[in-house]
């Protein structure tokens, strides 16, 4: 996960390293002063004369509020195989695992998963199929009385409009009475816009919702997902 794996940190859209765990070996060994070529990928056990240091990531919800605030296609694949290695440790975390793994979980969690269909955990691919009411029954599952510790971390870790992550520059003018009140994961591809999150209302209820665009230009789609969100802002006795 070093830079997500871009061989230009500064850049988002960088060209990736084909291998990115052999790339972030060599920087370190750079950074260490040995020799970039000595570090090589192997599956047989190294012998060392004793350990040299140690890295412990972030907690878990840091890195999904990074996923989500900032969509980070890689760290979402990175995660979902965290899943399926839970669940299954002794199996391959492939993306059939990891998908099944996804859907396995949320299934168990309530959420009825009929309809849904992944090939990934990013969203990038085009044979993704997730009917709108399930992404509204996860977050209405995360708001809820009984809802874990985990779930509840999902809303806290969504963008704010106007405010943070993809949502930072959206929200102004015709949509601006849901800038700070709505938190929404976006979703953008060609032809394919999606926000789904959460809003308060004038009387302070809290309303889960997921509006999907398709065949749109998103440039003309995002606008008025973002106006349909924000006019949920606006419900209410007053």
């Known amino acids: 996960m070093l830079d997500a794996g871009r061989m ?21 060994a750079r950074q260490l002063g040995v020799d970039p070529e000595t570090v090589r990928v192997s599956a047989e056990p190294v012998e060392t004369t004793g350990e040299i240091g140690r890295v412990w990531s972030a ?13 980070d296609n890689v760290l979402a694949e990175a995660v979902c195989r965290e899943v399926a290695l839970a669940r299954h440790p002794d199996q391959p975390a492939d993306f059939a695992a990891g998908t099944a793994a996804v859907v ?34 996860v977050l209405r599952t995360a708001s809820g009385p009984d809802a874990t510790r985990e779930m509840r971390d999902l809303l806290d870790t969504l963008p704010v409009a106007a405010g943070s992550g993809t949502l930072e520059d959206r929200f102004s ?66």
Do not use: Q
């Open 8 to 28: 230009d940190p500064a850049d988002v859209y960088s060209p990736r390293y084909a291998e990115p765990s052999l790339a972030a070996g060599r920087i370190l």
């Open 59 to 71: 907690e878990l919800v840091e890195r999904l509020r990074s996923m989500l605030v900032h969509s």
């Open 173 to 238: 003018g015709p949509s601006g009475a849901g800038a700070g009140w709505v938190r929404a994961k976006t979703g953008t591809l060609s032809g394919t816009s999606a926000l789904a999150g959460t809003v308060t209302d004038v009387d302070g209820r809290s309303m889960s919702f997921a509006l999907l665009s398709s065949g749109t230009n998103p440039a003309e789609a995002r606008p008025v997902l973002d106006r349909m969100a924000a006019e949920l802002r606006n419900c209410g006795c007053r």
């Open 104 to 137: 396995d979980t949320l299934a168990e969690r309530g959420i009825d998963m009929s309809g849904v269909k992944l090939d990934d955990c990013s969203g990038m691919s085009s044979g993704n199929r997730i009917p709108a009411r399930v992404l509204t029954d």
